[in-house]
């Protein structure tokens, strides 16, 4: 079949991978000439730290996507662009005479705004802009209830997510055939890539934490843990043990293909893979609520559980404080929020036991954590951040009831029960014994001596009692008991 369009261009995004990418795909398929930009959108990294392993991943991933795509065809170079995307993408789609964009779907809501922008710009130059699903398994309204509606409860969203999938949907698309379309730049268009300094943002420990970058690393990680993934359901809970697959990040930027990822779940017939596979699910899930309920962003799912007051004032800033600097005086707690600051990951266990924490032992607003994981965390996602926050928060949908609030001690005692993990991240504490590391206030003076810790000083008291702070959070949630 004659290709329809004489060119296009390839707007990466959150996809920065060259294998099984459907807008790469679809734009090799429909044009006797494709290129290939990504445009590091300055509405996106002007307000980030200039410091952030995020930027420095996508700037390795980019090296590294220019180097598939030339081993795709000699010919192809990777055009990149530091700029503001709503400008610079219709610009070069025009300077490039192209007749189509092709693009994976972002359903954030201000990239759908952005879109939406880009689409209009594009249109008034006389060039369609094509958009594809390829983030997730199923978007948008692939899964919806008998009624039609967006599931908001995901055990049944789960039964209909498994129902639908077929091998089909786990197909990757073929690139390798059609890469002759990939064509030389014109000379016009420089294909330069921008190193980290040039677009204003600092070298981090990145290559520090073994994560990789681009598609490469994303293999290599997926290779380690295949051999793992039957124990995944035994092990996932536990920070001190190499349980997780680790590609978070990889998934989060699209330098693997979540249809790869499911494929290798599903083809398993295991416990531990089922359970990986539900995690995949979940992600899907907390993607379909964002697109059918942009509110989230901003506010609780639960519209009753605005009423809630939270601490607020100089104590409540104060606790805060506590919380992000890992000096609350609960060692779980506190050695997460060290793992976080000083590598960007956390646990998944503890992402929730820290979310509860703040939430419902100091009575924070679930929105300033959110806030902060969305600054530090390299896998960073709206749709999943926020649905984990919400869930922990019991405001959003399908959400741990609101009565049922983590105890830090007995989650320490029993997801890092030898102190493994706390002694890693906090080496202050590492000499009190694997029963005083839990609770460093319940243990007697003689154990705090012999461990080298002295309360208040070395390392802080309780910043609550958690007995305390539980009675208090019972009568804060009090106010939308009936709406629940």
């Given at each position: 079949m004659e290709k329809a369009l004489p060119s296009a261009l390839v707007w990466f995004r959150?996809?920065?991978?060259?294998?099984?990418?459907?807008?790469?795909?679809?734009?090799?398929?429909?044009?006797?000439?494709?290129?290939?930009v990504f445009i590091l959108d300055r509405d996106i990294l002007d307000p980030l730290p200039r410091a952030d392993r995020r930027v420095e991943f996508i700037v390795d991933s980019l090296h590294a996507l220019d180097a598939q795509l030339r081993a795709l065809n000699p010919h192809a170079r990777l055009i990149v662009r530091h700029a503001r995307a709503t400008s610079a993408l219709p610009r070069l789609a025009d300077e490039l005479h192209v007749q189509a964009v092709y693009a994976n779907h972002d359903d954030e809501p201000a990239a759908i705004a952005r879109d939406h922008r880009v689409r209009g710009e594009l249109a008034e130059r006389g060039i369609a802009l094509h958009t594809s699903k390829d983030h997730v398994v199923f978007e948008r309204n692939e899964v919806l209830t008998a009624t039609g509606q967006a599931y908001t409860v995901f055990t049944p969203y789960k039964n209909a997510w498994l129902k639908k999938l077929e091998p089909f949907y786990l197909k990757a698309y073929p690139i390798t055939p059609y890469a002759d379309a990939l064509a030389p730049l014109p000379e016009s268009v420089p294909a330069r890539l921008p190193g980290l300094a040039e677009i204003g943002f600092d070298t981090t420990n990145l290559h520090e934490l073994a994560l990789g970058a681009g598609a490469e690393g994303a293999q290599a990680l997926l290779r380690d843990f295949l051999p793992r993934m039957a124990r995944y359901g035994e092990t996932r809970d536990f920070p001190a043990v190499k349980g997780p697959s680790y590609l978070s990040m990889h998934l989060r930027f699209g330098t693997v293909s979540i249809r790869q990822l499911a494929h290798e779940a599903h083809a398993q017939r295991h416990a531990g893979a089922q359970t990986w596979l539900s995690?995949?699910?979940?992600?899907?899930?907390?993607?379909?609520?964002?697109?059918?309920?942009?509110?989230v962003v901003d506010a609780a799912f639960k519209p009753a559980y605005d009423a809630i007051k939270w601490e607020h004032g100089k104590h409540a800033d104060t606790l805060f404080a506590a919380w992000c600097h890992g000096r609350t005086g609960y060692p779980l707690v506190d050695a997460a929020m060290a793992q976080i600051n000083q590598t960007g990951y956390m646990h998944n266990r503890l992402r929730m036991v820290v979310a509860s924490f703040l939430v419902k032992d100091l009575g924070l607003d679930w929105r300033r954590g959110e806030r902060y994981f969305a600054e530090k965390l390299n896998d960073f996602d709206l749709a999943a951040n926020n649905g984990g926050w919400q869930w922990a928060a019991s405001t959003g949908c399908d959400a741990q009831p609101w009565f049922r609030i983590f105890?830090?001690?007995?989650?320490?005692?029993?997801?890092?029960?030898?102190?493994?993990?706390?002694?890693?991240?906090?080496?202050?504490?590492?000499?009190?014994?694997?029963?005083?590391?839990?609770?460093?206030?319940?243990?007697?003076?003689?154990?705090?001596?012999?461990?080298?810790?002295?309360?208040?000083?070395?390392?802080?008291?309780?910043?609550?009692?958690?007995?305390?702070?539980?009675?208090?959070?019972?009568?804060?949630?009090?106010?939308?008991?009936?709406?629940?």
């Open positions: 959150r996809d920065l991978r060259a294998g099984d990418n459907a807008a790469l795909f679809h734009a090799l398929k429909a044009a006797r000439k494709v290129w290939c995690e995949l699910v979940w992600r899907d899930f907390y993607h379909q609520v964002l697109y059918h309920h942009p509110q105890n830090p001690v007995t989650q320490s005692e029993r997801f890092d029960p030898d102190g493994k993990f706390i002694r890693r991240y906090l080496p202050e504490l590492a000499a009190l014994s694997n029963k005083a590391i839990h609770a460093p206030w319940l243990a007697s003076p003689l154990e705090l001596a012999e461990g080298n810790v002295v309360l208040g000083q070395t390392y802080p008291n309780p910043i609550v009692m958690h007995d305390e702070a539980r009675e208090k959070t019972m009568a804060r949630y009090a106010v939308v008991k009936a709406w629940d």
